[in-house]
């Protein structure tokens, strides 16, 4: 279910930001899915899979990119056992936005 819905939200902002971010899927099968965006300067990740030694329950979603010449963690947010799929697309959201206005 939760990798059903990020592949939505993966497919709905590379539709409306298609200018804007370039999406690589690198993997996309029952049990996992990662994803990389591309925007500007920073590349997002987003992995969900077993936890097995992850800080993560399902999901993991990390910004990084060059500001002032040195790489810079702009976002970051692993999910817990207490998130649900809104919660998750909401943390995916904030971390896009973070991007796009920076």
């Not at 899915?33 to 993991?60: C, K």
């Amino acid at each position: 279910m939760i990798i059903k819905n990020v592949k939505k939200w993966v497919d709905k902002i590379q539709s409306e930001y298609d200018n804007l971010i370039n999406v690589e899927i690198v993997t996309d099968d029952a049990k996992a899915y990662r994803a990389i965006l591309h925007i500007n300067s920073y590349m997002a990740q987003i992995v969900i899979g077993e936890q097995d030694f992850a800080p993560y329950n399902n999901i993991a979603f990390e910004i990084v990119g060059m500001k002032n010449n040195k790489m810079n963690m702009l976002y970051c947010w692993y999910d817990s056992e207490k998130d649900d799929i809104n919660s998750i697309i909401e943390h995916l959201d904030t971390g896009l936005l973070n991007v796009l206005s920076d």
